[in-house]
C-alpha cells in the first residue's frame, strides 16, 4: 500500500537559518502530495500541495518540488522564523478512484526555532 | 461558526466504557474522516466516509465504529474503550474535487484509564 517516511525530528534550528525537512514516498499511480502543519494545540492545516511530477508548491517562504525520479517532496525554507515552530507532516492522497481524498501520513518532523 | 468543530476538546473515560466523540462540519463537504494522532505513528486513518449513509474503513479500524446520517456529522463511537485508544483524535473533512486537502478539526485528546 502507500506510505510516507519522514525525516524524524525534533529538528532545532536558529532564527534565519536554512531547512530542509526529507520526505520520500512509495505510491502505485500518481498521488498527490502535500505538507501539512500543526501548530501547538491546533489541528493540521495544509501548508502547500503539488499534483504533478515537477510540480512545485509553495506557500509563506516554504516550498516543495514534486520528484517523481526519486519519489521525494522534501520541504524547505530559506530563513525560518520563530512563528514556524510547529509539527510537520507529509502525506499523499489516495491513487484508488474509491478514495481519492484519503491521506496517507508520514509520522510528522517536530521543528523548534530559536531565536 | 463556519467551519469543522471536534467535541468534546478532552475526555476521561474508564477501560470498558462506551464513548462517542463528535464532529460536525458546516461546508456540506462529502467527505469525512477520524484520524487518530500517537507518538512515532504519525496520523492513522480509522474511518472514512464519502458521502452519508457510506462508510468504509481505513488502516486501523477495530474498536471503533462510525455512522453518517447526516452530511454534516460523523460520529465516532469507541464501543468498549481499552487504555490502547489512548490518543489524539482528528476528525477532518474534503469536498470530493480537491483530491486530499482537507479542512481538519481541533482534536479530541482521549484519555482511557
Known amino acids: 500500500g502507500d506510505s510516507v517516511t519522514q525525516m524524524e525530528g525534533p529538528v532545532t534550528l536558529s532564527e534565519e537559518a536554512f531547512l530542509t525537512i526529507n520526505c520520500t514516498y512509495t505510491a502505485t499511480g500518481y498521488p498527490s502530495l502535500f505538507w501539512y502543519v500543526q501548530y501547538p494545540g491546533e489541528g493540521l492545516q495544509l501548508l502547500l500541495k503539488a499534483t504533478k511530477a515537477d510540480d512545485k508548491g509553495s506557500n509563506k517562504g516554504f516550498e516543495a518540488t514534486y520528484r517523481k525520479e526519486t519519489t521525494s517532496f522534501h520541504l524547505e525554507k530559506g530563513s525560518v522564523q520563530v512563528s514556524d515552530s510547529a509539527v510537520y507532516f507529509c502525506?499523499?492522497?489516495?491513487?484508488?478512484?474509491?478514495?481519492?481524498?484519503?491521506?496517507?501520513f508520514g509520522g510528522g518532523t517536530r521543528l523548534m526555532v530559536k531565536p | 461558526d463556519a467551519g469543522i468543530t471536534q467535541s468534546p476538546r478532552y475526555k476521561i473515560t474508564e477501560t470498558g466504557r462506551q464513548v462517542t466523540l463528535m464532529c460536525h462540519q458546516t461546508?456540506?463537504?462529502?467527505?469525512m474522516f477520524w484520524y487518530r494522532q500517537d507518538l512515532g505513528h504519525g496520523l492513522r486513518l480509522i474511518y472514512y466516509?464519502?458521502?452519508?449513509?457510506?462508510?468504509d474503513k481505513g488502516e486501523v479500524p477495530d474498536g471503533y465504529v462510525v455512522s453518517r446520517s447526516k452530511t454534516e456529522n460523523f460520529p465516532l463511537t469507541l464501543e468498549s474503550a481499552t487504555r490502547s485508544q489512548t490518543s489524539v483524535y482528528f476528525c477532518?473533512?474534503?469536498?470530493?474535487?480537491?483530491?486530499?486537502?482537507?479542512?481538519f478539526g481541533q482534536g479530541t485528546r482521549l484519555t482511557v484509564v
Open positions: 461546508w456540506s463537504h462529502s467527505y
Open positions: 502525506a499523499l492522497s489516495g491513487t484508488n478512484n474509491n478514495a481519492g481524498n484519503m491521506l496517507t
Open positions: 466516509s464519502a458521502a452519508a449513509d457510506i462508510t
Open positions: 477532518a473533512s474534503s469536498e470530493a474535487s480537491t483530491g486530499g486537502k482537507a479542512f
